[in-house]
């Protein structure tokens, strides 16, 4: 009776044995296989910056390259994202700090914001040992919006403020031109005036 109990013991423990190595070399293959997962759209329609708006950002130290690591993690792996994702997590809470005034405003520092918590959602999802392959392409989705949201703020600011730059001009030409007129209108009265007192 021992001796079948113990063949029984040991054949369990095969068992399980095995069992516990497969699901663990399947876990492995999971894990490899997410961390070779492409992540990003590389064609994604980022706009262009107009030339005002990049001489603006010469005075925002580190947002271009801000800018371009953020367009850089599209079609990358896992392995790239996770200490790209830390960096400009810290970067971004450092240009949210240096904001120049000549580009500040409420609808392009609120997009900044967007962006930075697009990149902190993306860094947490990244970091997990077990990374949802789903959350992470999501969020990657989620922080090209976030930016192409600003780079179009960031134009559609300038193109705004060349606009009311023009019509203060025109306003000025047209006050100078009915000024004009107004002086031309009474020196004429005047000469008249003048002729008629002779």
């Given at each position: 009776m021992k001796p079948i109990f113990l063949l029984y013991f040991f054949g369990g423990l095969l068992l399980l044995g095995c069992g516990t190595e497969a699901s663990n070399e399947v876990a492995t293959q999971e894990v490899v296989g997410d961390s070779l997962k492409i992540y990003g759209n590389t064609e994604f329609p980022f706009p262009t910056l107009s030339s005002e708006v990049e001489e603006a950002l010469l005075r925002w130290s580190d947002y271009q390259d801000f800018q371009g690591d953020i367009q850089q993690l599209n079609g990358n792996a896992l392995n790239f994202l996770r200490p790209r994702t830390e960096l400009l997590a810290n970067r971004a809470d450092s240009l949210l700090k240096d904001f120049p005034d000549?580009?500040?405003?409420?609808?392009?520092?609120?997009?900044?914001?967007?962006?930075?918590?697009?990149?902190?959602?993306?860094?947490?999802?990244v970091q997990r040992s077990r990374p949802d392959?789903?959350?992470?392409?999501?969020?990657?989705?989620?922080?090209?919006?976030?930016?192409?949201?600003?780079?179009?703020?960031?134009?559609?600011?300038?193109?705004?403020?060349?606009?009311d730059e023009q019509r203060r001009e025109d306003e000025l030409k047209e006050l100078e031109k009915q000024q004009r007129f107004l002086d031309s209108v009474y020196q004429q009265e005047l000469k008249d005036n003048n002729d008629q007192n002779l």
């Open positions: 000549s580009i500040f405003g409420k609808p392009i520092h609120s997009r900044m914001v967007i962006v930075n918590t697009r990149i902190k959602l993306l860094n947490q999802a392959t789903v959350k992470v392409a999501y969020y990657v989705s989620e922080l090209n919006k976030a930016l192409q949201s600003l780079m179009i703020q960031l134009n559609e600011k300038y193109q705004k403020e060349a606009i």
